[in-house]
């Protein structure tokens, strides 16, 4: 295998840690405008990531932990369990920002943990977990990378949907880490991003980080996405996740799932890759997920242009669930699980 050349495919950070501040690519200004906000305080982290300032499973958990730190700065305890106390409202405030990503709670429950037995030396473990669970998710990337790109075959196109690289992570990527990979290692010749409506992840974010590292990608319609997929010009649909139950259903960005049942039908392999902490064995299958609806008005226009009629009501659920008999392959940084069900699953996440 062709060794990855990461200062070229791993350039972007959307999380900067100061030592006393969080700095936050504003990803609700990209492609247009690069620039950082600072979060000076926990509720501000919480603020950033309802608003999508920060966005992408991985990466909210990552800040979330971060806000935790911040937390802990306002707060006077001797030792771990009065700080745990003292703390748990800010850290239900970061939890409630958004409810669909797992690695949401999941992080703030590891900065619960390293709380635990604490003596006064807590802050500074606080802030080690932070640094540990964004050091971790950059590793798993890296790994899912290699292990999805060795599934896809020389010569392949690939669909991806939504963003799932650099800005949704620690760095790298998930879904995109294994495009990136297959790309280096001369696997995947054609990558095409759907748009991803209302929000454009697709439009705006991934094809501008796949520009920094001179990949070129085709950017189409999501309602283009049967289309391409009947022309041949794709083998697999390459795709993030949000929460992957014990079954292996599989919450990710609205049009997943269609593009899930349109790879079927066409015959095309349809791979989620997703770090262990997006796993969620405590949730059994994908009707028990909650699925974040957001403001209708995302669906009226396109940066700041009105295009719908006036008057008109809209349903806006911004993540669906792709089942487990529709995935081929769920890729973690632990190996990959071929035709995820319960029982598979169990296998590679016992206990
Ligand atoms: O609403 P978003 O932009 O946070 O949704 C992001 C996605 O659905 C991603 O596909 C998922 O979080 C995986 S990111 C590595």
């Avoid at 890296?142 to 992570?169: E, F, K």
Wanted: glycine share 10%.
């Amino acid at each position: 295998m062709t060794d990855i050349d990461f200062d070229r495919y791993d350039r972007i950070r959307p999380i900067r840690w100061t030592g006393d501040a969080l700095e936050l690519l504003d990803q609700r200004r990209l492609p247009f405008q690069v620039e950082y906000v600072r979060c000076g305080d926990s509720d501000a982290v919480a603020a950033a990531i309802h608003a999508l300032t920060v966005r992408g499973a991985p990466a909210i958990g990552i800040a979330a932990a971060w806000g935790a730190v911040l937390a802990a700065r306002e707060v006077e305890a001797a030792d771990g369990v009065a700080a745990l106390a003292a703390l748990e409202p800010a850290l239900q405030r970061l939890n409630a920002a958004r409810p669909t990503a797992v690695n949401l709670a999941w992080a703030l429950a590891r900065m619960r943990g390293a709380l635990a037995g604490a003596g006064a030396d807590w802050r500074a473990r606080l802030e080690r977990e932070a640094q540990a669970i964004a050091e971790e998710d950059l590793a798993a990337n890296r790994r899912m990378g290699a292990l999805g790109a060795a599934l896809i075959a020389p010569g392949s196109g690939v669909l991806t949907h939504c963003n799932t690289g650099s800005l949704a992570t620690a760095g790298f990527g998930t879904a995109l880490g294994v495009i990136r990979a297959g790309v280096a290692q001369g696997r995947i010749d054609r990558v095409y991003a759907g748009e991803t409506r209302p929000w454009l992840q697709g439009a705006r974010l991934t094809v501008w980080e796949l520009e920094q590292d001179g990949i070129a990608p085709t950017l189409i319609a999501d309602a283009a996405a049967s289309h391409l997929m009947k022309s041949g010009q794709v083998q697999w649909v390459v795709v993030g996740a949000d929460r992957i139950c014990a079954n292996g259903d599989t919450a990710n960005k609205i049009g997943t799932y269609q593009l899930a049942i349109a790879a079927r039908h066409h015959g095309l392999k349809f791979m989620v890759a997703a770090p262990s902490s997006t796993v969620d064995m405590a949730t059994p299958s994908g009707d028990a997920i909650e699925i974040e609806e957001r403001d209708p008005g995302e669906l009226f226009g396109v940066g700041g242009v009105r295009t719908a009629a006036e008057n008109v009501g809209a349903w806006n659920p911004v993540f669906d669930v792709t089942p487990h008999e529709l995935i081929d392959a769920i890729v973690t940084e632990r190996g990959v699980i071929e035709r995820p069900d319960a029982a598979a699953m169990r296998a590679a996440f016992p206990g």
